[in-house]
Each structure stands twice: as structure tokens, then as C-alpha cells.
């Protein structure tokens, strides 16, 4: 059973601080099921790689244990693809060799344990069922790109055909912690089984390891069903403790996003602006067919369908409800027949990708970025930039800096509660600036809205354009 991790940041070595494993050593460690084996196949600046083997005892698996009287035959118990296949047992070998790198722990280097990094992970012979669909819709909805190759059941009789195992490859940009969290929940999701008791216990497990992104991943229902050994009752249950830890529900939070910014923004009629400066950027850009990405209630829409140039106009979000009253909000059902072809509401999230978004010449962000957890920014900007990718996107963010110049609003207090994180300007240009370069994008900040002098203006945009393939640069 074998687990490499690899990275190209630079130094690669580092990866040795994260995983608390020195590279020049190989290191071996007692499990109950077997033995766990650490080394560095290559530790040099530019790359480094770390390889978590499992030793897995197969005769102790079974020892104590008789197999069912008069069924199978003498060595039964003995013929498992355990020692080999990847598993639950990677799973807990991952949480006792790496516990410090799967909590995000790093002592004197917690700078890196924080910070997004290359990464690859490798496990072999990882069995898949449900296949290679199912594989993908675990892990690509959270930002990895999946390699996958299904094994032969043996490679000397091919007519015997393929196998439910791969190896597979996933790659993201992502802390160390985060990686190893998704895989020690998802191996034994895609094996479908666990080789100890699932209980109560399990739940907690599961939850913890689960904050931040299982309460919005699309399988949460079959990770939750698979991970508990089928037990239903253990699945209803964190799944309702999903929704309660994910209050307010995607609905309410938009309807109290809604009316808290806008009280707060009313005096400067800040909205108006924004929108307006949106809609201009995107009618001097000769869009034609336009996105709106977190379009909520439709205001943005409602301008758009107001403008001719805009023959196709698509709005998504994440919240029916809010879709619900979008759709009442532009009068879609008293619209003309042409009026009506323009426009679809669609309902999805920002960090998944979606082919219903590819085509478009423009894509709208309105204050939109700042909801997202800052771990799943970089699944968002593939999303946007690599899947999508628009010619042009109009992104608009609060300036945190201006916050102060709100009376309203208590110092050190983010506009709304649900803001993750509001970006100062230096902040937003940083990271405009590596995302454009990252993706092939010219990109230029304006702000909206009065301009003090101090603090700068209340919202910030910035404005992405993607030069013709030949010779595309920042």
C-alpha cells in the first residue's frame, strides 16, 4: 500500500518540515496492523517527494478469527486484497504518522502549514467503486485535477478484463493539511468499507475532518452514507448536524447578506454605482453573451436585460430561494418570447466546475469572493479562469480599508458576518495581479465610489482581460 506526496514550492524540502520527517532518514513505524515506512524517493530544492509504504500483516488480520464453517476453503481467510489495495488502514496510518501535518500543525514553521502549496498525491492500486465517474466527483469539486489509469485484473490475461482499482494522481494547489484531510476521508469512501466498528464515534470523526467543505460537496449524501458502513441512522444524523453547523442556510444568509450591506451602503448608494460601472465595463468590452456569478436576487441581471448588446444572459447561484425571487424580480413569465430567450437561471456553486459556464465572453463576480472560504479561492479561480475562462471578468470586492469611514459599523468588524475575509487594497492587487499572471490574463484596478484620500473608496474592482492565444501575457 503506497502513499507519495510531492511538491515543487521552493525549497521542496520543506515538505520534510510539514510532515515532521526528515528526508535524510528513513523512518519506520509500529501499527497494529502492521508496519508504516517513510522516505524521501527525492528531496532536492526544486522537488521533493515523500512515500508513506504500509507493510500490512496479512496473517494477522485474520488471526484469532475462523472463517464460516463449511463454505470457502482452508487458506479463505488468507486470499484479501487488504495488505495491498488502499484503504481505511492508509487512512489511520496517515492520521499516526502525519497527525501533525493532517492537523495543520507545524512547530517554528506554521507560516508553511498555513500557506497554499503545489502539490501532487499519488496512491496506487486505490479501489474505486462506482469507478472512475465516482472518483471524480469526489475530488474535482474540490480543486484537485484527477489522473486516473484502471488496472488489469491481471496484466498477463487481458481478456479477463479491468479491475475496480486505479492508480491515481491528483493535483491542486493547496495546504498540506487540507490534501491529507480529503484523502484520509475519501480512500475509504471509494473503497466503501472499513476494516474496524463504526459508531457514534465515527460521526465526530467525520464532522471534524469534514468543516469547511463537506457541508457544500455535492456527494456529501453518498461520503456520508459510505464513510458510516452504511448506517443509516449515523448518516441522518451527521447530515442533519451538517445543516445545522452550516447555518443559515444558503437562502437566509442571502436574504440577510442582502439587507445588511445595503443598510450599511445606503447614505453613498453605493449599489448603484457598483452595478453601474459593472454594466459599463462589460458593454465596453463588446460582450455578448455574460455571466453573473453569485447573482442573487437579480439586479445585476435586470440591468444587463436592459441593455441590447447582451444577447444571452445567464444568472447562478447557489440558492433556489434566491433564483425563486430573481426570477420575480425580472418579471420572467410577463416577458416577450425574444425577451425571455435571452436570459436562464441556473442554480450551482462557485467552486465547482461547470460546463453550463464555458463560452461565455464575460463574466460578472459582484461582491461575491469575499463569501468564500479563503481555502477554496484557488478551486474558485480554476473554476473562473481555467474552466470557464471568459475573455473578459468584472470582480468587485469590498476595500476593508474604508470600513473605518462607515459609522455604523464597529472597528474591526467585517461589513457583513458571513464576510470570510474583506481584502485591503494592497491585498486585492496582490492577488489579482498572481491569478492573471496564472492564468494568462491582463488585469486593472479602479476603484468604485468616492475616493478618499486616506483609505481609498468603499469597493474596489478589478478588471481581468484575456489577450488572443498567440502570445498571451500579463
Known amino acids: 500500500m503506497l502513499l507519495t506526496l510531492a511538491t515543487t514550492h521552493n525549497p521542496a524540502t520543506d515538505l520534510g518540515y510539514l510532515l515532521h520527517k526528515n528526508p535524510a532518514k ?37 488471526r484469532g478469527r475462523k472463517g464460516p464453517a463449511g463454505e470457502g476453503f482452508a487458506l479463505e481467510q488468507y486470499v484479501s486484497d487488504r495488505p495491498y489495495a488502499a484503504s481505511s488502514f492508509l487512512s489511520v496510518a496517515i492520521a499516526q504518522v502525519f497527525g501533525s501535518a493532517l492537523a495543520g500543525r507545524s512547530k517554528g514553521r506554521q507560516e508553511l502549514a498555513d500557506m497554499p502549496l503545489p502539490l501532487t498525491a499519488r496512491v496506487a492500486a486505490l479501489p474505486c467503486r462506482g469507478g472512475e465517474g465516482f472518483l471524480r466527483s469526489l475530488f474535482e469539486p474540490l480543486g484537485y485535477e484527477v489522473t486516473a ?22 493535483q491542486a494547489r493547496c495546504r498540506l493539511s487540507e490534501l491529507l484531510t480529503h484523502l484520509y476521508v475519501l480512500v475509504p469512501v ?5 476494516h474496524y466498528w463504526v459508531g457514534e464515534a465515527e460521526v465526530e470523526k467525520l464532522l471534524r475532518h469534514g468543516e469547511g467543505w463537506l457541508a457544500s460537496h455535492p456527494q456529501k449524501e453518498a461520503i456520508a452514507y459510505r464513510y458510516l458502513k452504511h448506517r443509516r441512522s449515523l448518516m441522518r444524523q451527521t447530515l442533519a448536524r451538517l445543516v445545522e453547523e452550516d447555518q443559515l442556510d444558503p437562502d437566509e444568509e442571502a436574504e440577510a447578506h442582502g439587507q445588511q450591506e445595503e443598510t450599511l451602503e445606503k447614505r453613498i448608494s453605493l449599489n448603484e454605482e457598483r452595478l453601474g460601472s459593472v454594466v459599463a465595463v462589460l458593454k465596453a468590452s463588446g460582450a455578448k453573451r455574460v455571466l453573473d456569478l453569485g447573482c442573487g436576487e437579480g439586479k445585476l441581471l435586470k440591468a444587463l436585460l436592459a441593455e441590447k448588446q447582451f444577447e444571452e444572459i445567464t444568472g447562478l447561484d447557489v440558492s433556489t430561494r434566491t433564483l425563486e425571487r430573481a426570477a420575480e424580480r425580472l418579471r420572467l413569465e410577463q416577458l416577450s418570447e425574444k425577451q425571455r430567450e435571452r436570459i436562464r437561471l441556473i442554480q ?14 464575460a463574466a460578472a463576480v459582484v461582491e461575491v469572493i469575499e463569501h468564500l472560504d479563503p481555502p477554496r479561492l484557488d478551486a474558485f479561480a480554476r473554476v473562473l479562469f481555467e474552466c470557464a475562462r471568459p475573455r473578459t471578468v468584472v470582480l468587485t470586492t469590498p ?18 458576518k458571513d464576510h470570510r475575509f474583506e ?23 479602479a476603484p468604485i465610489g468616492a475616493n478618499d484620500p486616506e483609505v481609498g473608496s468603499p469597493t474596489q474592482m478589478a478588471v481581468f482581460d484575456r489577450p488572443s492565444e498567440e502570445g498571451a501575457h500579463v
Do not use: I, M
Open 26 to 62: 528513513l523512518q519506520e513505524f509500529e501499527l497494529s496492523f502492521g508496519k508504516a515506512h517513510v522516505f524521501y524517493p527525492e528531496a532536492t530544492a526544486e522537488r521533493c517527494t515523500a512515500a508513506l509504504l504500509l507493510d500490512v500483516d496479512p496473517v494477522g488480520l485474520v
Open 423 to 445: 481584502w485591503t487594497r494592497t491585498e486585492f492587487q496582490k492577488w489579482s495581479v498572481e491569478t492573471a499572471r496564472r492564468f494568462g490574463y491582463g488585469v486593472r484596478l
Open 149 to 170: 489509469s484502471r488496472l488489469p485484473l491481471d496484466s498477463h490475461y487481458p481478456a479477463w478484463g479491468e479491475s475496480a482499482y486505479f492508480n491515481v494522481e491528483l
Open 399 to 416: 476595500n476593508a480599508e474604508y470600513n473605518v469611514r462607515f459609522e455604523n459599523l464597529p472597528a474591526g468588524t467585517l461589513r457583513h
Open 190 to 194: 471509494l473503497d466503501d468499507d472499513k
Open 348 to 361: 450551482g456553486g462557485l467552486t465547482y466546475r461547470d460546463k453550463r459556464l464555458q463560452g461565455k465572453d
